[in-house]
């Protein structure tokens, strides 16, 4: 992975203006050997932050500092390939491979996208994050993730 440049100006502000900011961010956050770490990216989201993907919705820095607190809890390795992003104006668009490791299961790969929203002071107002949950971790569940494609196929597909 090629090492990127942390924009100072942003770092120092705690401002977003740059796709490689935020790359840097999230390379920090998913990519601590083991559990993932928001310490350092909180301060880059806005207070009232509107956060929402295929499990939850939650709006305010404190919903979302404890969303983080609990995933973190909860997962025993976390780590987030990024690859393609994205910056148009105040939109900026990531997608991702994120290997999942929960206590009691195997691995799971998820593929996904975040699509961000910056305000005007620089800070993340919005992120929705778009994924197949079930169908990427029942995958990785002998005999039951072919059952689930199987079904998904049949009725939707």
């Given at each position: 992975m090629d090492k990127i440049k942390l924009n100072e100006s942003d770092f120092f502000n705690?401002?977003?203006?740059?796709?490689?900011?935020?790359?840097?961010?999230w390379s920090k956050t998913y990519n601590t050997e083991g559990k993932p770490d928001w310490s350092h990216i909180l301060p880059y989201y806005d207070k009232n932050i509107h956060f929402r993907d295929s499990i939850q919705e939650i709006r305010g820095i404190d919903d979302f500092t404890a969303m983080t607190e609990r995933l973190s809890r909860r997962s025993k390795d976390l780590k987030m390939n990024i690859v393609n992003?994205?910056?148009?104006d105040d939109v900026i668009f990531l997608e991702w491979?994120?290997?999942l490791s929960f206590k009691k299961y195997p691995s799971s790969l998820l593929f996904g996208n975040s699509r961000?929203?910056?305000?005007s002071?620089?800070?993340?107002?919005?992120?929705?994050?778009?994924?197949?949950?079930w169908g990427d971790i029942f995958d990785n569940i002998p005999r039951f993730g072919k059952i689930y494609r199987k079904f998904m196929k049949k009725k939707f597909g």
């Open positions: 705690r401002k977003i203006t740059s796709i490689q900011t935020v790359k840097e961010l992003s994205a910056m148009n491979e994120m290997t961000i929203r910056i305000n002071d620089g800070k993340i107002i919005e992120q929705r994050d778009y994924y197949d949950l």
